[in-house]
């Protein structure tokens, strides 16, 4: 049977005796409920007064709206709906903790669950729903793009609580009240409720800024929208649960990192649906889905409140507070591990020495007590060598074993793909990546230099918050406090309790000795690219810049670098990363022309240029570190540089 008539059959299958309209002939309840709240019909009036109006037509397009993205759950469309996730997912096992399953539904009998998700896939509509179904947790509605509502397939997801929403609503207030609105109902009647907190799947493989609009309405309802106390215990509330996805692998990361090299995103159609439903049909390994620690909206809005965080301020670190939880639930996955090894030898290796690259990893990965996907061993050899034939069979790895032992590499043009899996689990290496660099920092202190009050760790904290600040739009740390107790817990792992006595030369010693070096596994792929944008900035002098000629001259710059190797690796040469980095660059800004501007934005473009020379002192050092472990018997190891004779 083909893709195309599976699909069909299984959506046909799905549907209503009777389809009609797109809605059952009944509206769902929270539509009949709207449409007679003495609430929202005076909020449609006020509308119509301040758009100057008749109120007939805002109701006419309000309840447009409201017929639009209104889902209802049918018993017979959700079971055939179940059944063709489970024919889309075909290419993994599920794997979910049973136990924290467990008491998440204990809290589904008393709450409504808002459900936060990280997003790298279009399976993931069809993982968590399907997830909680079969566990009998109450209905769940869950937000997706209007794009995705296709002829049939749309009918159908809307009966099994998909509700289609479009995404540029800027210049459509009536659309925006009707969702709020929309929303609160929802709440007030208790309804589960799940959206992406990226509002889109990752291009990178980690975690996108947070997009605020279905948090803000939330935040809202359980504000009470200024009628009486907001935080009374009459105001309605949910529980938010973060819900982290991960893939051993994914059929549509190379399509992604195509779009980062330029290419035109494919449009969501039955054509485009059929070939991804095609691609299911060889083994990927597994899916993991891991629940996150739950916590009271309104309590925490009040919590904010009571801090004199309110408004916009208060959503955001809502919104980051759902982003950390997401990322400490994350597992990592051998894939990763495996791709972070070989994206940072960026060369052939053994099964023995990827194994001596991974031991560190895995080491400090116990060492953080961060979950491992599936509770696998990495540092066993049959694991790892599963991972290399996976990754070899998918095409991002080639193999060669005509010579004496069988050796791996990334493949070619392949370097993005392998790049997604390594950033799967990257958050949990930043840290510890800046902590390396501060270490070089003191090291790298002249005899008799004049240091703050602090001292040489003084020096070292600077150096770590300035890395944080040059950063913080391509990762989420905490708050700057937040930050400082995590550097001290990485340092401890490295110094011992001895973190308060630091001179260069103890500096360096640590430095040299340390395992893993992460700075240039982690940190100079963004680094990098980051410099090929300052570099075409600083260009244009004092000039104005064309933020998309800005992109494009990037990406053209950035691919002779890469065939220069003048940054390190393919990676660098994403769209997306010089995004982000254009994104600091405005914060900076850099981006509007004028007098003096050409001295700020050729600043930027050298403090990147020392930041990826430091990253590359790590690199050279955890590259002698290598040679010292990899020697055969009786070799004389190469000495390892002191860093502060590698400044120019």
Same mark, same amino acid.
């Given at each position: 049977m083909t893709a195309v008539r599976r699909v069909r059959d299984l959506a046909r299958a799905a549907l209503p005796?009777?389809?009609?309209?797109?809605?059952?002939? *009944?509206?769902?309840?929270?539509?009949?409920?709207?449409?007679?709240?003495?609430?929202?019909?005076?909020?449609?009036?006020?509308? *119509?007064?301040?758009?100057?109006?008749?109120?007939?037509?805002?109701?006419?397009?309000?309840?447009?709206?409201?017929?639009?993205?209104?889902?209802?759950?049918?018993?017979?469309?959700?079971?055939?709906?179940?059944?063709?996730g489970d024919w889309f997912l075909r290419a993994y096992d599920v794997l979910v903790d049973e136990d924290d399953m467990q008491e998440l539904r204990r809290l589904d009998r008393s709450h409504s669950l808002a459900l936060a998700f990280s997003h790298r896939s279009y399976l993931d509509g069809m993982v968590i729903p399907n997830a909680l179904s079969s566990r009998r947790f109450s209905p769940t509605y869950t937000f997706g793009g209007a794009n995705l509502n296709l002829p049939v397939i749309g009918t159908v997801a809307s009966r099994t609580g998909l509700i289609f929403i479009r995404r540029a609503t800027q210049e459509i207030p009536v659309y925006r009240l009707a969702l709020r609105s929309y929303i609160?109902?929802?709440?007030?009647?208790?309804?589960?409720?799940?959206?992406?907190?990226?509002?889109?799947?990752?291009?990178?493989?980690?975690?996108?800024?947070?997009?605020?609009?279905?948090?803000?309405?939330?935040?809202?309802?359980?504000?009470?929208?200024?009628?009486?106390?907001?935080?009374?215990?009459?105001?309605?509330?949910?529980?938010?649960?973060?819900?982290?996805?991960?893939?051993?692998?994914?059929?549509?990361?190379?399509?992604?990192?195509?779009?980062?090299?330029?290419?035109?995103?494919?449009?969501?159609?039955?054509?485009?649906?059929?070939?991804?439903?095609?691609?299911?049909?060889?083994?990927?390994?597994?899916?993991?889905?891991?629940?996150?620690?739950?916590?009271?909206?309104?309590?925490?809005?009040?919590?904010?409140? *009571?801090?004199?965080?309110?408004?916009?301020?208060?959503?955001?670190?809502?919104?980051?507070?759902?982003?950390?939880?997401?990322?400490?639930?994350?597992?990592?996955?051998?894939?990763?591990?495996?791709?972070?090894?070989?994206?940072?030898?960026?060369?052939?290796?053994?099964?023995?020495?990827?194994?001596?690259?991974?031991?560190?990893?895995?080491?400090?990965?116990?060492?953080?007590?961060?979950?491992?996907?599936?509770?696998?061993?990495l540092r066993d050899r049959s694991t790892v060598r599963r991972a290399l034939a996976d990754l070899?069979?998918?095409?991002?790895?080639?193999?060669?074993?005509?010579?004496?032992?069988?050796?791996?590499?990334?493949?070619?043009?392949?370097?993005?793909?392998?790049?997604?899996?390594?950033?799967?689990?990257?958050?949990?290496?930043?840290?510890?990546?800046?902590?390396?660099?501060?270490?070089?920092?003191?090291?790298?202190?002249?005899?008799?230099?004049?240091?703050?009050?602090?001292?040489?760790?003084?020096?070292?904290?600077?150096?770590?918050?300035?890395?944080?600040?040059?950063?913080?739009?391509?990762?989420?740390?905490?708050?700057?406090?937040?930050?400082?107790?995590?550097?001290?817990?990485?340092l401890r792992l490295l110094v011992g309790e001895g973190v308060n006595e630091m001179t260069p030369v103890k500096a360096r010693e640590l430095l040299v000795g340390a395992r893993p070096h992460l700075a240039h596994l982690v940190l100079r792929p963004f680094l990098d690219a980051y410099l090929v944008v300052a570099d075409r900035l600083a260009d244009r002098g004092d000039g104005p810049v064309d933020e998309a000629d800005l992109l494009a001259d990037s990406l053209a710059v950035g691919q002779q670098w890469a065939l220069q190797r003048r940054v390190a690796s393919e990676e660098s040469i994403s769209l997306e990363l010089f995004r982000t980095a254009l994104a600091l660059a405005r914060h900076k800004g850099l981006l509007e022309g004028g007098e003096g501007v050409g001295s700020a934005r050729e600043a930027f473009a050298a403090e990147l240029r020392e930041a990826v020379r430091r990253v590359n002192i790590i690199g050279e050092i955890a590259g002698e570190t290598t040679t010292v472990v990899h020697s055969h018997p009786g070799s004389r190891p190469h000495p390892v540089p002191d860093p502060r004779q590698e400044r120019t």
């Amino acid at each position: 049977m083909t893709a195309v008539r599976r699909v069909r059959d299984l959506a046909r299958a799905a549907l209503p005796r009777s389809v009609g309209e797109r809605l059952p002939a *009944a509206p769902p309840q929270e539509v009949t409920e709207l449409l007679h709240d003495k609430r929202f019909q005076r909020a449609v009036a006020a509308a *119509a007064d301040e758009q100057g109006r008749p109120e007939d037509e805002v109701w006419s397009e309000v309840k447009g709206y409201l017929h639009e993205m209104a889902a209802a759950h049918d018993d017979r469309t959700a079971q055939g709906w179940a059944r063709l996730g489970d024919w889309f997912l075909r290419a993994y096992d599920v794997l979910v903790d049973e136990d924290d399953m467990q008491e998440l539904r204990r809290l589904d009998r008393s709450h409504s669950l808002a459900l936060a998700f990280s997003h790298r896939s279009y399976l993931d509509g069809m993982v968590i729903p399907n997830a909680l179904s079969s566990r009998r947790f109450s209905p769940t509605y869950t937000f997706g793009g209007a794009n995705l509502n296709l002829p049939v397939i749309g009918t159908v997801a809307s009966r099994t609580g998909l509700i289609f929403i479009r995404r540029a609503t800027q210049e459509i207030p009536v659309y925006r009240l009707a969702l709020r609105s929309y929303i609160r109902q929802m709440v007030t009647n208790k309804r589960n409720l799940a959206w992406s907190i990226e509002g889109g799947r990752t291009r990178t493989g980690k975690l996108r800024p947070p997009v605020h609009g279905i948090l803000k309405y939330l935040t809202d309802t359980v504000q009470g929208d200024g009628d009486g106390d907001p935080f009374g215990p009459d105001a309605p509330d949910v529980q938010v649960v973060p819900l982290s996805v991960v893939y051993d692998q994914l059929h549509e990361v190379s399509l992604m990192t195509e779009e980062a090299r330029g290419a035109n995103k494919t449009p969501e159609d039955w054509r485009w649906l059929v070939r991804f439903a095609r691609l299911q049909r060889n083994r990927m390994g597994r899916a993991y889905l891991s629940v996150g620690e739950p916590f009271s909206l309104r309590e925490r809005m009040a919590e904010l409140a *009571a801090e004199g965080v309110t408004g916009h301020q208060a959503v955001e670190r809502v919104a980051l507070d759902i982003s950390h939880r997401l990322n400490r639930a994350t597992p990592v996955t051998t894939t990763a591990i495996i791709s972070l090894a070989l994206l940072g030898a960026d060369r052939a290796l053994t099964v023995d020495e990827v194994l001596d690259t991974v031991e560190p990893l895995a080491a400090y990965v116990d060492a953080r007590q961060w979950p491992v996907a599936g509770a696998a061993d990495l540092r066993d050899r049959s694991t790892v060598r599963r991972a290399l034939a996976d990754l070899t069979r998918s095409g991002v790895l080639t193999a060669y074993d005509r010579g004496t032992e069988p050796v791996w590499k990334i493949g070619d043009d392949q370097h993005l793909v392998a790049a997604f899996y390594r950033n799967t689990v990257i958050h949990i290496l930043v840290e510890r990546a800046i902590g390396e660099l501060a270490l070089l920092t003191v090291s790298e202190l002249e005899p008799g230099a004049e240091l703050p009050p602090g001292g040489e760790l003084q020096v070292g904290w600077e150096e770590a918050k300035r890395m944080r600040d040059l950063l913080k739009f391509e990762f989420f740390f905490p708050s700057r406090a937040g930050f400082e107790d995590d550097l001290r817990t990485e340092l401890r792992l490295l110094v011992g309790e001895g973190v308060n006595e630091m001179t260069p030369v103890k500096a360096r010693e640590l430095l040299v000795g340390a395992r893993p070096h992460l700075a240039h596994l982690v940190l100079r792929p963004f680094l990098d690219a980051y410099l090929v944008v300052a570099d075409r900035l600083a260009d244009r002098g004092d000039g104005p810049v064309d933020e998309a000629d800005l992109l494009a001259d990037s990406l053209a710059v950035g691919q002779q670098w890469a065939l220069q190797r003048r940054v390190a690796s393919e990676e660098s040469i994403s769209l997306e990363l010089f995004r982000t980095a254009l994104a600091l660059a405005r914060h900076k800004g850099l981006l509007e022309g004028g007098e003096g501007v050409g001295s700020a934005r050729e600043a930027f473009a050298a403090e990147l240029r020392e930041a990826v020379r430091r990253v590359n002192i790590i690199g050279e050092i955890a590259g002698e570190t290598t040679t010292v472990v990899h020697s055969h018997p009786g070799s004389r190891p190469h000495p390892v540089p002191d860093p502060r004779q590698e400044r120019t």
